[in-house]
């Protein structure tokens, strides 16, 4: 809700198969992933700087803070308490881990301190400039500076293929949006229908790049805001968010990695069939 599915994904899912790892687990990390990352892509539905298309949707609605939250607290909701049945059940009669957590814990050194009040830092400036109470061009122009001077290796570490699969997604959708023959099927199709076409066009581009192209043709952005969230469940690439889950479990399990992608699936798919049926009794 607070730092994005995808962050929120790659703090902690990595940190799960560790502790699994040591804990002798391993056969509780497909659901666990498979449970880290359904948390994650309904969790972010709250608030808009929970993912990247509530935070377009946001922008261009109009909506106040309380109003957009209002949009989907329903949802976030029966999620979280759909998460914690599952997880009940899952965990019922199941035999206490004890881990010996010395190995995991490192004393912070003046140095780590330093560098964690850095980045807060930067964060606090990054959510300023979502309030727009900065640009985000100083935003973004005063973070690579402090980094080249106290943490350039960190360039190193970024997921560029990934980036540029989103790069790629949005460019992409640029070029269909501005197609005459698509935006006539779009604007005939989009009106009336924003949550059903906003979940579909989620399964197949994303719900990202779908929010950024059905958001020109309708007025309805609420719908569509519902849509393209509950669209992130569902296929693997229905939230690119998903596929950060996915590219560490295959990393590290790549010959069960179908495994994981037939309950991923499964996962998903009850999620959002029960999402969609809130939709039909509050709407």
Known sequence: MFITNDVALLTFVPFACTILQKCHQERLIVTTFVLQTLAANLGSMLTPVGNP??????SISGAGLGEFIGWMAPYTLVSGVLLLLVVFVL????CRISLETGSLLQVSSASG???????LALFALSLFSVARVL????MLAVVLIVLIFTDRAVFLQVDYCLLFTFISFFIFIGNMGNIEAVRS???SLVAGRELAVGIGASQII???????????FTHDLKNLAIGVNLGGLGTLIASMASLISYKIYAHNYNKTKGHYLLWFTIANVLFL???????VFIS
């Open 53 to 58: 298309q509530n935070l377009y949707l946001y």
């Open 135 to 138: 640009p985000w061009e100083l």
């Open 206 to 216: 994303s719900n990202v790049p779908a929010a950024l192209l059905l958001a020109d």
């Open 185 to 187: 099927v779009l604007q």
């Open 113 to 119: 301190r330093k560098k964690n009040g850095i980045y």
């Open 91 to 94: 965990s019922a009669g199941k």
């Open 273 to 279: 069939a029960v999402l969609v049926l809130v939709y």
